[in-house]
């Protein structure tokens, strides 16, 4: 099989916007296959077109015996796929796929025709859980959007928004609470537009 060139691509990556994939692996394998894909892209200078490599893990208290034991471990929240935020390119779609460990990628109905990037819109959950927040992921919310809590002690409390710091990442949103409206400060992350 040919190898990707050296000399990538005519184009720079401002030519074309960089979007989020899934590719799929073996179960358990996922940071192994993130780990063969980062090394990969340092070794073929790919830097310019492949970006972040994510495995969406969180924290789940352990038990013992049904009690909770004060410890925590990470847990794929998605078990046999790895995030990649990346341009498509012949090259870079070759390296990815190429990469130890990857059985191919999600969205692609094969026969060499390539995937179908995640919509922005259900991206952003996924993005937001592990704490990788885009600028422009505020572009998609306003003052007087409806907004649901998604995570925090305000949990399933809805509202509208009053206002957006940017600068500091939170959000205040006017809510009711019994029976009197109330603006609580949330932080971006933990809002979801409904």
Same mark, same amino acid.
């Given at each position: 099989?040919?190898?990707?060139?050296?000399?990538?691509?005519?184009?720079?990556?401002?030519?074309?916007?960089?979007?989020?994939?899934?590719?799929?692996?073996?179960?358990?394998?996922?940071?192994?296959?993130?780990?063969?894909?980062?090394?990969?892209? &340092?070794?073929?200078?790919?830097? &310019?077109?492949?970006?972040?490599?994510?495995?969406?893990?969180?924290?789940?208290?352990?038990?013992?015996?049904?009690?909770?034991?004060?410890?925590?471990?990470?847990?794929?929240?998605?078990?046999?796929?790895?995030?990649?935020?990346?341009?498509?390119?012949? &090259?870079?779609?070759?390296?990815?796929?190429?990469?130890?460990?990857?059985?191919?990628?999600?969205?692609?109905?094969?026969?060499?025709?390539?995937?179908?990037?995640?919509?922005? &819109?259900?991206?952003?959950?996924?993005?937001?859980?592990?704490?990788?927040?885009?600028?422009?992921?505020?572009?998609?919310?306003?003052?007087?959007?409806?907004?649901?809590?998604?995570?925090?002690?305000?949990?399933?409390?809805?509202?509208?928004?009053?206002?957006?710091?940017?600068?500091?990442?939170?959000?205040?949103?006017?809510?009711?609470?019994?029976?009197?409206?109330?603006?609580?400060?949330?932080?971006?992350?933990?809002?979801?537009?409904?």
């Amino acid at each position: 099989m040919e190898q990707p060139s050296q000399h990538v691509a005519t184009f720079t990556s401002n030519d074309v916007e960089k979007q989020w994939y899934i590719v799929s692996a073996y179960s358990s394998h996922e940071n192994k296959v993130a780990d063969n894909l980062r090394r990969r892209v &340092d070794s073929m200078n790919m830097q &310019d077109f492949i970006f972040r490599i994510i495995v969406v893990e969180q924290e789940e208290p352990v038990f013992k015996n049904g009690a909770p034991t004060g410890k925590t471990r990470l847990k794929n929240a998605y078990p046999g796929y790895v995030f990649i935020e990346m341009i498509m390119t012949d &090259d870079s779609w070759y390296v990815v796929r190429n990469t130890p460990g990857v059985t191919g990628f999600v969205g692609s109905s094969g026969g060499g025709t390539k995937p179908i990037p995640v919509p922005p &819109d259900q991206m952003e959950p996924i993005l937001k859980r592990m704490g990788l927040i885009d600028i422009s992921m505020y572009d998609r919310y306003a003052v007087g959007d409806y907004v649901k809590v998604i995570h925090g002690a305000l949990e399933g409390t809805e509202g509208k928004i009053i206002s957006i710091d940017k600068a500091t990442g939170n959000v205040m949103v006017e809510t009711v609470f019994f029976g009197r409206s109330t603006s609580v400060e949330v932080e971006f992350a933990d809002i979801d537009k409904i």
